[in-house]
């Protein structure tokens, strides 16, 4: 039943895309914005209650009307998983950009990839070379395609819909409320951070080892030992490490930004990125999927047959 549910949902959303900034994101956006407005007050257990109010109503509706719908008919709760699946997963929260982005590059056009980029971010571009505009692409598509992808539907095959909405709830939440890495800056958002931090810490090296296993393993496994812990934000540093020796193609390492350089760790082994990297990221990712997925199928039919 769940690999049914994931297929469908991954279907539907190729079929009709749930964009990033949808509304349904943006009023929880607006509601975190809101808690985080009204209870912090600088102190550690403002965080945690914010924290509850925010995720667990959420969690609450998808595990009551779950068993419901399941009292009711298997089907109906079937069908409501694919429906939390379709809102909490999906390729085309972020593919847009990345796709668009290497449109531009290969019309040479870096200026319009520039502002693509700088729009996904959430950052200026304007100053980025071509390499680097390639280069941030390719971490921002490895690290969506584990935020929006593979992070859920781990979650999701370990304890159902209230998975689902447990790892998409908390990543919004820790990204929302200012944290920059995977420590926590002001007390208020600490428990938000590490709590996903917590989550996603086999997830995320999941995702990192199926890239290995999918792309270059020998590269990816030791970019992994070696270089992973010297990226700021920990969980990132695994999964660009790994993705980077997949990819065999050179990640972080400085960027012209602001008028100066910005000195970043050098991730990866191989050459410098371009659209071929690009479109080698995009394979990497549909392979990892297509893993993901045997495997699921694979749990499922055990499961099945008793």
């Known amino acids: 039943m769940k690999f049914l549910a994931l297929l469908v949902a ?149 304890i159902g819909p209230a998975g689902a909405v447990l790892y998409r709830a908390s990543e919004m939440l820790a990204a929302r409320w200012g944290a920059r890495d995977d420590t926590g800056g002001a007390e208020f958002e600490r428990f938000a951070v590490r709590f996903h931090y917590w989550i996603d810490w086999v997830p995320a090296r ?8 999918v792309g270059n393993f020998e590269d990816a496994v030791y970019c992994w030992r070696s270089q992973a812990a010297v990226w700021g934000a920990r969980t990132q540093g695994v999964i660009l490490a790994a993705g980077a020796g997949a990819l065999g193609v050179r990640l972080g390492d400085t960027l012209h930004q602001y008028g100066s350089l910005q000195f970043r760790p050098e991730l990866g082994t191989g050459g410098d990125a371009d659209v071929d990297a690009m479109e080698s990221t995009v394979r990497l990712i549909w392979r990892s999927l297509v893993l993901w997925m045997f495997l699921v199928l694979i749990v499922s039919l055990a499961h099945a047959l008793g």
């Open 206 to 213: 999941a995702t990192a080892f199926t890239f290995a296993v």
């Open 10 to 158: 991954l279907l539907l959303e190729q079929v009709r895309p749930l964009r990033n900034r949808n509304r349904l994101y943006q009023w929880f956006g607006r509601y975190a914005a809101g808690l985080k407005e009204k209870f912090d007050g600088g102190q550690y257990r403002h965080g945690v209650i914010a924290w509850l109010l925010a995720a667990g109503p959420l969690l609450l509706v998808t595990v009551v009307v779950y068993h419901a719908l399941y009292i009711v008919a298997a089907p109906l709760a079937w069908a409501w998983s694919v429906v939390v699946l379709y809102l909490t997963t999906g390729f085309r929260q972020f593919s847009h950009f990345f796709t668009e982005i290497l449109r531009t590059l290969n019309n040479d056009d870096p200026e319009a990839a520039r502002r693509v980029l700088g729009e996904w971010r959430g950052e200026s571009a304007a100053e980025f070379s071509p390499t680097e505009i390639a280069r941030v692409a390719i971490e921002q598509g490895l690290i969506a395609s584990h935020r929006y992808v593979f992070g859920a539907i781990a979650w999701f095959v370990a």
